[in-house]
């Protein structure tokens, strides 16, 4: 697991690659805690475009994060799924939890 931590204006984005799976859960845990201190009005956005396992204990930092307003980004089927199962469980807006991705700039061109 590779934990990294990008600030923009608008937000920190704790970017997460690999497997969310023991003892990695603890280490983002203590990150977002970290990066939770120096928000200062930005949001949170969790990353997990290149996550490719998430484990129950993994599940469970996922889910507190949700509970603290966390934003997710992701690409796949699979952690699209976690996450709504997830907002299911403590009744919340699945859609309210992932970011939009913004359309590239060959996007923008191809709809002209």
């Given at each position: 697991?590779?934990?990294?931590?990008?600030?923009?204006?608008?937000?920190?984005?704790?970017i997460l690659e690999g497997r969310l799976v023991a003892p990695w859960d603890a280490e983002l845990r203590t990150a977002c805690a970290g990066?939770?201190?120096?928000?200062n009005g930005r949001v949170l956005v969790i990353d997990l475009e290149n996550v490719t396992v998430i484990s129950q204990e993994g599940e469970k930092?996922?889910?507190?994060?949700?509970?603290?307003?966390?934003?997710f980004r992701c690409r796949g089927v699979f952690t699209k799924h976690v996450l709504r199962q997830l907002a299911r469980q403590i009744k919340k807006?699945?859609?309210?939890l992932i970011e939009r991705a913004r359309s590239s700039v060959r996007e923008q061109k191809r709809k002209k």
């Open positions: 697991m590779k934990i990294s931590v990008t600030h923009t204006r608008s937000q920190c984005r704790v990066v939770k201190g120096e928000l930092v996922l889910l507190q994060l949700i509970n603290d307003d966390a934003k807006d699945p859609n309210d």
